[in-house]
């Protein structure tokens, strides 16, 4: 089955820096990655998702890159601000299949 | 206006214990899913059904035994607890099976087994 890991476990940041979070996947079928955000107490929330016919998506300072050749999809966090302290979690999938894989999860924290 | 709600949020039990937890949307949705949160917070399938139909079925014990009555609700029972058990448990749904819609979670149920 598809195995999907995500670096580093745990991110801090300044206010106003990016963030990067990176994951690989190993299932080269799969051809659809949400990234969804869990913030304290609190269940998952897809912030962003980006299919494989697709390299970049942007979503005002959210985006989230896609290579495919080397099996790897990132989400980029710019301007950070306090709110987006929260463990995001990347998936892979296949179109027209609901079963997603979900990584480990970082931990982002937003240092005021 | 809960879009997935879950009962309990906390729950505190013995082992060797059975207990249950409810799920319900009112998005419309006909795909409900079973995950569990480890401590660790790894966010594992177990169960996922379509209009009331099982469709995925991860290796999970069969002390854990899902129920759907209706498209709505998707309830989870666990028979004779075990300290293993002891999780965030998130009940989440989606508009249809085949297509990568997005998920929808509930708050979670923390579950405590001692």
């Known amino acids: 089955g598809e195995n999907v890991e995500q670096h580093p476990s745990t991110l801090s940041v300044q206010e106003g820096d990016s963030a990067v979070i990176k994951c690989t996947y190993s299932?080269?079928?799969?051809?659809?990655f949400p990234w969804y955000k869990q913030e304290l107490g609190k269940g998952p929330q897809l912030i962003i998702d980006?299919?494989?016919?697709?390299g970049e998506k942007k979503d005002q300072r959210i985006a989230v890159t896609l290579n495919k050749t080397a099996k790897h999809f990132s989400l980029h966090i710019t301007e950070t601000q306090p709110e987006d302290s929260a463990v995001y979690f990347c998936?892979?999938?296949?179109?027209?299949?609901?079963?997603?894989?979900f990584g480990k999860g970082n931990q982002v924290v937003v240092i005021p | 206006d809960t879009a997935v709600s879950q009962t309990p949020k906390y729950l505190v039990t013995q082992m060797g214990n059975d207990k249950s937890i409810k799920c319900e949307q009112n998005?419309?949705?006909?795909?409900m899913y079973w995950y569990k949160q480890d401590s660790k917070k790894f966010l594992k399938i177990m169960f996922s059904?379509?209009?009331?139909?099982?469709?995925i079925n991860e290796t999970v014990p069969n002390r854990f035994s899902p129920k759907s009555p209706d498209k709505a609700h998707l309830n989870l029972h666990i028979n004779s607890l075990e300290l293993g058990d002891s999780a965030v448990y998130f009940c989440?749904?989606?508009?249809?099976?085949?297509?990568?819609?997005?998920?929808?979670f509930g708050p979670g149920t923390r579950l405590t087994v001692l």
């Open positions: 059904y379509n209009n009331k139909e099982l469709i």
């Open positions: 998936a892979a999938g296949y179109y027209g299949n609901n079963r997603l894989a």
């Open positions: 998005l419309g949705h006909d795909t």
């Open positions: 299932d080269s079928a799969s051809n659809y």
């Open positions: 980006i299919r494989s016919n697709v």
């Open positions: 989440a749904s989606s508009q249809t099976w085949g297509r990568d819609n997005e998920q929808f």
